[in-house]
């Protein structure tokens, strides 16, 4: 079936460091889904960060960006240079088009210290 | 204004007891879903909603009941309960229509429980 596989659990980076999370996808169900990031911040609901519905478009917000990559299948997550603000947890998410559900990856914990 | 509300926070049932979970939101959203997250499995899609009347099974429904009185309101309900179902809830309102080409999903805050 489709899913999307986050290899992270946690990640910690220094501030003002440049930050990757990984995620892969696998849809079986169609072969361009639609590809999520979503955060949550502590004692938050998740929202969305960004999401690309177009393979090879890149989606960018508050300095995230994340190209979709069909041909690895892969929607990583940088960023530059992360902040303190930055720690929260990030989901990658895939939602085929053949229904309006979405599936999530188990999360990456981001830890920025000073 | 929180747009997607949940209630309780946090909720400490008994083996065997009833639990209900309730979500509301004020986007006018048709869809709405139910998921529980745990360490190690992200979030798993327990039952969703097109709209009011209508609940559909999920990924994880097994011990899980869904009601969708009002296009504002969808519950969660454990008949039941089991230490099992100790996780945190989440719900999400979103307006995708079958077939088309996106959704964004709005989350409520959560509920822990801890089904004891």
């Known amino acids: 079936g489709d899913s999307v596989t986050q290899t992270e659990g946690q990640v910690t980076v220094s501030e003002s460091k440049s930050l990757i999370i990984n995620c892969t996808y696998s849809?079986?169900?169609?072969?361009?889904?639609?590809l999520f990031w979503y955060v949550r911040y502590p004692g938050e609901g998740l929202q969305l960060l960004l999401k690309?519905?177009?393979?090879?478009q890149k989606g960018s917000s508050r300095g995230f960006e994340a190209t979709y990559n069909k041909e690895t299948t892969s929607f990583h997550l940088q960023k530059a240079s992360v902040q303190e603000s930055d720690s929260a947890v990030y989901y990658c998410?895939?939602?085929?088009?053949?229904?309006?559900?979405?599936?999530f990856g188990t999360g990456t914990k981001l830890q920025v210290v000073p | 204004e929180a747009a997607v509300t949940q209630s309780p926070r946090n909720k400490v049932a008994v083996t065997g007891g009833k639990v209900t979970l309730s979500c509301n939101q004020t986007?006018?959203?048709?869809?709405m879903y139910w998921y529980r997250q745990d360490t190690g499995h992200g979030l798993r899609l327990i039952h969703y909603?097109?709209?009011?009347?209508s609940t559909e099974k999920g990924d994880i429904p097994d011990g899980y009941k869904a009601s969708r009185p009002s296009q504002e309101n969808f519950s969660l309900i454990l008949e039941l309960a089991t230490p099992s179902q100790t996780s945190v809830y989440f719900c999400?309102?979103?307006?995708?229509?079958w077939g088309g080409g996106q959704d964004t999903q709005y989350f409520g805050p959560g509920t822990r429980l801890l089904v004891l």
């Open positions: 999400a309102s979103g307006d995708a229509n």
């Open positions: 849809a079986t169900s169609i072969a361009y889904p639609n």
């Open positions: 690309v519905i177009t393979a090879g």
């Open positions: 998410a895939l939602r085929p088009n053949s229904g309006t559900y979405q599936r």
């Open positions: 986007n006018n959203h048709n869809n």
């Open positions: 909603s097109y709209g009011a009347g």
